[in-house]
T-cell receptor
Framework: KAGVTQTPRYLIKTRGQQVTLSCSPI?????VSWYQQTPGQGLQFLFE???????NKGNFPGRFSGRQFSNSRSEMNVSTLELGDSALYLC??????????FGSGTQLSVL | GENVEQHPSTLSVQEGDSAVIKCTYS??????FPWYKQELGKRPQLIID?????GEKKDQRIAVTLNKTAKHFSLHITETQPEDSAVYFC???????????FGKGTTLSVSS
């Protein structure tokens, strides 16, 4: 079974731009969560989707948004990028329980 | 919302020693507590988890204990090896049960 796939692996953007990250969950997994990882801050929860519906949301500004498609693939969008948005963005999927399987992440650098 | 505190932030041990990492959580409704290991440049991977109806769980050299009354749980690694060197994250399920809230991580270094 293929694991969680995230694309692209690396991204370089400038302040003010927007970016879209993609996540394909493990086949059969209907829940997708997104996390931001920065040094010293650990993994901060962004949001979670299940069956195309956002079920839970962390404490991030409205510039961070996401969606899930009928095939469970998910996208995350960040608008009006700021320098502080530079981070590793991790996607994780689960079959409906709590055991998260993480992707390799997208490393976003904002210049 | 849920808040998870993790200590220590760094831990250095000699090969063969034991290592203990402790976490506290704030939401008494949390009922699932996993631990993830992240090696340098790799994705976090689940190494052990425990539910609130269990006080202790063991898997070879690693064990997790949970004290629901005090709202804290711990990871114990015995007979540490250099390959145990990594960042370890604890987590607790959120009140909604649909998200995991992570601690800030512990960098474990095992020297031979």
């Amino acid at each position: 079974k293929a694991g969680v796939t995230q694309t692209p692996r690396y991204l370089i953007k400038t302040r003010g731009q927007q970016v879209t990250l993609s996540c394909s969950p493990i086949s059969g997994h209907r829940s997708v969560s997104w996390y931001q990882q920065t040094p010293g801050q650990g993994l901060q929860f962004l949001f979670e989707y299940f069956s195309e519906t956002q079920r839970n949301k962390g404490n991030f500004p409205g510039r961070f948004s996401g969606r899930q498609f009928s095939n469970s693939r998910s996208e995350m969008n960040v608008s009006t990028l700021e320098l502080g948005d530079s981070a590793l963005y991790l996607c994780a999927s689960t079959q409906g329980g709590e055991k998260l399987f993480f992707g390799s992440g997208t490393q976003l650098s904002v210049l | 919302g849920e808040n998870v505190e993790q200590h220590p932030s760094t831990l250095s041990v000699q090969e063969g020693d034991s290592a203990v990492i402790k976490c506290t959580y704030s939401d008494s409704a949390s009922n699932y507590f996993p631990w993830y290991k992240q090696e340098l440049g790799k994705r976090p991977q689940l190494i052990i988890d425990i539910r609130s109806n269990v006080g202790e769980k063991k898997d070879q050299r690693i064990a997790v204990t949970l004290n629901k009354t005090a709202k804290h749980f711990s990871l114990h690694i015995t007979e540490t090896q250099p390959e145990d060197s990594a960042v370890y994250f604890c987590a607790a399920s959120s009140q909604a049960g649909t998200a995991l809230i992570f601690g800030k991580g512990t960098t474990l270094s095992v020297s031979s």
